[in-house]
């Protein structure tokens, strides 16, 4: 069985956001709970809980935006 790219879902304070997503989209993340599921033997996650592990897991292994988070200034030294 092949690994999946996302670990287990990470119980943090959530910040609470309003999206829309395609229904092809939710399809598919309620396919890849379900796949968590089997890997795990866990019941399935929320599907709405493991968009943001996927977000961070993307932004994580996107090479221009870790060189663009690397170059940037922090926000208490911009002048605002």
């Known amino acids: 069985m ?13 910040v609470k956001l309003t999206i829309e997503l ?9 396919a890849y709970a379900e796949a ?3 890997e795990t033997g ?6 709405a809980k493991i968009i943001a ?4 897991r993307f932004m994580a292994t996107d090479r221009a935006f870790r060189r663009i988070q690397k170059n940037k200034v922090p926000l208490r030294e ?3």
């Open 2 to 14: 092949s690994k999946l790219k996302l670990p287990a879902v990470n119980h943090e304070k959530p």
């Open 22 to 30: 395609p229904g092809t989209v939710h399809s598919n993340l309620i």
């Open 36 to 38: 968590i599921s089997r």
């Open 42 to 47: 866990q019941p399935a996650p929320d599907p």
């Open 53 to 56: 592990p996927m977000i961070e």
């Open 78 to 80: 911009r002048n605002l």
